[in-house]
């Protein structure tokens, strides 16, 4: 059945309101409770887990005759002797893409470089080209138990079909023990192929019209038994993975309609499949699973975001035997990796190291190895947790860098990852038919989430340190998060755009540190401004609609939701030291100008793709975006020469642009040490973590670090070495062009934003459900108005 968007952000609305009855008791306890299901607060213990680590970094060697522009290499397995590092890249290949899968040899380099595990020291270098004169394509390599295992792809010169060679070879040598050949039928096309224990496992699609999955299993008997991924009555997709669970079984995590979880079990000796109850296995986060390997103990080991844990099937549940907290590492590295060896005390992680070099080629990285063993006690033991919660556990690599500067220099405090919100930061998108119902979505997600951090932190179990929530609107208010501007002191606006510092205020406080952020609006010439010059009044953007636009609204959204984001850019004029007014004509003003020039629902499909198809003029004319970095608006450009810009969204005054935080910091009301998690704000300021950002192409509140790296990436960009995925205009960029005037361009629009984009998802909510009522001619605005102004105000009152 189809969910409604409407019911779900009701349902989250009706958890915001239950919020503060639920957590009245404890709101004036303060501090941290003792045996709260959170980090922070404890002290650590001499027995607390800890590893002590080596680093390795291993730069496989490629044919240089080649010419091969960038080369990428992956993890194909790891034993007690060997670590075997499959190294690939074609002439092709482009820098910051990675290739998995297929290459032809011609134009190839495919390697395995053999590791041995104890010296480090490379032992062999193989050709995997070597013993063929055919063209052939790699598909999949694997290492365990002493062997390496190639899967080759050639196609028949005449009928194109497809047949597949698996190589068996030894990696002290490189010689081929075993060549197997078989020929699949027709339609049926492997995706990938996996090896548990002694079985080989292809995950194929077949089906010439509609398509399905089909397992085709290699027993170690020498049997081979095929699998349809087929059951009544219901799709099954998404199938790229098994998940071994011993006694030759292995579970295959899918999903199937309406984006629900399915989950299968496959018995790969009997060659037969059976659907498992999906909420018995919810103890396994399948969605945060990014790596699984069955350690030498036997027990299935998978890597998160936030560390690695062990899976017992028996009692159905999980332990975490490395948090990437417990090392000196950086966890943003760890984090990217994949598991080579696990036993519980000694533990290997793998992988290539991306640097971020948005400005800068790079043709090979070097693979490098961590290697981890328990020790005996903890370095640190007797410091206090800090906990600190980022999205899905992940920083960038600088700031990472500074949480173990933090924890190596402060004899008091130590930083801790959280790793208790996965599920309840996910959200749940499903059968949506356009972009508002998944804003919806996405509003009845954010409400919720901000709803589970805001009743920790007021009962004090929530997380010291916050991250990345600058778009959880609710939480900037003082019973949850601290005034940052009154241990920052004010800040010098020739060192920092300090426009975005203010616009990141609510009611005069500073809730949320800015570190990077995009701007948002209407990207355009900015000749088409209104009288403002960084914006339109809702009759200047009527008119360019009409005239500019040719009816073809920038902002693509269907009433409700366009609705609350021209509310969401005008907030300040709406709640004021939490009181709501929606009485005043600036509101009634919105609500006129998007019953009158918006249409209800987007377009959905096709009809989308009208709006980019219609001619080349259309689209360099103004679009809606969040423009993240100088690298972004750079190659957006239509003429290096010309005066793009990016202007505000319709408001009642012509304001301009909003930024969107991509990266903030903020401190907990009831922190175990406001004073610390200061301390580690101020390191994420300095000059050396503000330029580090840049490199993701974001912007950032130093002015010395926007200008350092915009100047790189104008040079970078003008002699035309273009690495990034953005999206191109129509008509295509201009390169070679660029200057100091782009850069000075940038800057201006920059210090033209002055609103944060912060979403308060409960009052975007009532919005959403009410105001159609007006739209469709349901109801007069003044009921309307009574009614969501209402339902606003008290959602505001219960917070305060």
């Given at each position: 059945?189809?969910?409604?968007?409407?019911?779900?952000?009701?349902?989250?609305?009706?958890?915001?309101?239950?919020?503060?009855?639920?957590?009245?008791?404890?709101?004036?306890?303060?501090?941290?409770?003792?045996?709260?299901?959170?980090?922070?607060?404890?002290?650590?213990?001499?027995?607390?887990?800890?590893?002590?680590?080596?680093?390795?970094?291993?730069?496989?060697?490629?044919?240089?005759?080649?010419?091969?522009?960038?080369?990428?290499?992956?993890?194909?397995?790891?034993?007690?002797?060997?670590?075997?590092?499959?190294?690939?890249?074609?002439?092709?290949?482009?820098?910051?893409?990675?290739?998995?899968?297929?290459?032809?040899?011609?134009?190839?380099?495919?390697?395995?470089?053999?590791v041995d595990r104890t010296s480090k020291q490379v032992r062999n270098t193989i050709d995997l080209y070597k013993d063929f004169q055919e063209t052939v394509y790699i598909l999949s390599v694997s290492y365990s138990d002493g062997k390496a295992k190639v899967t080759y792809t050639m196609f028949d010169e005449h009928t194109g079909a497809p047949s597949y060679i698996e190589n068996t070879i030894d990696p002290s040598t490189g010689t081929v023990l075993d060549s197997r050949k078989t020929e699949p039928s027709k339609d049926l096309f492997i995706e990938n192929t996996l090896y548990l224990g002694s079985y080989r496992v292809s995950i194929c699609t077949a089906g010439s019209e509609e398509q399905y999955y089909v397992l085709k299993i290699n027993a170690p008997d020498g049997q081979e038994r095929t699998v349809d991924l087929k059951l009544e009555g219901k799709s099954v997709w998404d199938v790229s993975t098994l998940i071994s669970t011993g006694d030759d079984k292995a579970l295959i995590p899918a999903?199937?309609?309406?984006?629900?979880?399915?989950?299968?079990?496959?018995?790969?000796?009997?060659?037969?499949?059976?659907?498992?109850?999906?909420?018995?296995?919810?103890?396994?986060?399948f969605d945060n699973i990014e790596s699984s390997r069955t350690g030498a103990d036997g027990n299935l080991y998978y890597s998160t975001s936030s560390g690695i844990f062990k899976a017992d099937f028996t009692n159905r549940t999980t332990e975490e035997v490395f948090n990437y907290s417990w090392c000196g590492e950086n966890r943003a590295e760890l984090s990217n990796l994949q598991i080579g060896y696990c036993s519980g005390d000694s533990i290997i992680l793998c992988g290539e190291f991306y640097e971020n070099t948005q400005f800068r080629n790079v043709e090979q990285w070097p693979f490098v190895i961590f290697e981890f063993s328990k020790a005996d006690k903890n370095p640190h033991a007797g410091k206090t947790v800090l906990e600190l919660y980022a999205p899905y556990g992940y920083v960038e690599n600088k700031i990472a860098d500074a949480i173990g500067k933090f924890n190596s220099t402060n004899g008091e405090y130590f930083i801790e990852f959280s790793s208790r919100y996965t599920g309840d930061e996910r959200i749940d998108y499903g059968n949506e038919n356009n972009q508002d119902e998944s804003d919806a979505i996405a509003l009845s997600g954010n409400a919720n989430f901000s709803n589970k951090l805001a009743m920790d932190i007021i009962n004090g179990e929530g997380p010291d340190i916050l991250m990345g929530v600058s778009n959880l609107g609710q939480l900037n208010n003082s019973n949850y998060l601290v005034d940052?501007?009154?241990?920052?002191?004010?800040?010098?606006?020739?060192?920092?755009?300090?426009?975005?510092?203010?616009?990141?205020?609510?009611?005069?406080?500073?809730?949320?540190?800015?570190?990077?952020?995009?701007?948002?609006?209407?990207?355009?010439?900015?000749?088409?401004?209104?009288?403002?010059?960084?914006?339109?009044?809702?009759?200047?953007?009527?008119?360019?609609?009409?005239?500019?636009?040719?009816?073809?609204?920038?902002?693509?959204?269907?009433?409700?939701?366009?609705?609350?984001?021209?509310?969401?850019?005008?907030?300040?004029?709406?709640?004021?030291?939490?009181?709501?007014?929606?009485?005043?004509?600036?509101?009634?003003?919105?609500?006129?100008?998007?019953?009158?020039?918006?249409?209800?629902?987007?377009?959905?499909?096709?009809?989308?793709?009208?709006?980019?198809?219609?001619?080349a003029a259309v689209y360099p004319a103004g679009y809606y975006a969040t423009v993240s970095g100088i690298g972004n608006f750079l190659m957006n450009m239509i003429d290096a020469d010309g005066d793009q810009t990016i202007l505000g969204i319709p408001s009642t005054d012509g304001r301009g642009p909003m930024f969107r935080v991509r990266c903030s910091i903020a401190v907990s009301a009831q922190a175990t040490s406001v004073e610390a998690c200061v301390e580690f704000v101020k390191l994420l300021m300095t000059d050396d973590v503000m330029y580090s950002l840049t490199l993701n192409d974001d912007f950032v509140i130093s002015r010395a670090a926007f200008r350092k790296s915009a100047e790189e990436t104008v040079a970078y960009y003008n002699a035309d070495n273009r690495t990034t995925n953005s999206l191109t205009p129509i008509s295509g960029p201009v390169y070679g062009h660029f200057s100091d005037k782009n850069i000075d361009n940038m800057e201006k629009i920059i210090s033209n934003a002055s609103k944060i984009d912060s979403e308060d998802a409960a009052i975007s909510i009532i919005l959403y459900e009410e105001m159609p009522a007006y739209f469709l001619g349901q109801k007069d605005l003044a009921s309307v108005v009574k009614i969501a102004q209402d339902r606003a105000q008290k959602v505001l009152s219960e917070r305060a």
């Open positions: 059945m189809k969910r409604s968007a409407r019911r779900l952000v009701s349902a989250a609305l009706v958890f915001a309101m239950a919020l503060s009855f639920a957590a009245c008791d404890k709101k004036n306890g303060g501090g941290n409770v003792n045996g709260n299901s959170g980090r922070t607060g404890r002290k650590i213990a001499e027995d607390s887990p800890w590893f002590n680590s080596t680093k390795t970094e291993i730069m496989p060697v490629i044919d240089a005759s080649k010419n091969i522009p960038f080369a990428n290499s992956f993890l194909a397995g790891a034993d007690e002797n060997n670590i075997v590092i499959y190294t690939r890249g074609d002439s092709m290949s482009t820098p910051g893409i990675i290739y998995v899968g297929y290459g032809a040899m011609e134009s190839s380099v495919a390697t395995l470089t053999v999903h199937t309609d309406g984006n629900a979880r399915l989950l299968l079990e496959v018995d790969l000796k009997a060659g037969q499949i059976k659907e498992l109850d999906s909420k018995e296995y919810e103890w396994l986060d940052l501007s009154k241990y920052t002191g004010k800040f010098n606006q020739d060192k920092y755009f300090t426009n975005i510092i203010e616009g990141s205020k609510v009611n005069g406080a500073l809730y949320q540190m800015p570190l990077t952020f995009g701007i948002e609006g209407i990207v355009t010439e900015a000749k088409y401004a209104g009288k403002s010059g960084v914006g339109f009044t809702t009759a200047e953007y009527e008119t360019y609609l009409k005239e500019t636009l040719n009816g073809q609204d920038a902002i693509t959204s269907g009433q409700a939701i366009y609705f609350t984001k021209l509310f969401n850019a005008m907030s300040d004029k709406f709640i004021k030291d939490n009181k709501a007014d929606f009485s005043g004509k600036e509101f009634a003003e919105l609500a006129d100008f998007v019953k009158n020039n918006v249409m209800e629902k987007p377009k959905t499909g096709n009809e989308n793709d009208d709006f980019f198809n219609d001619s």
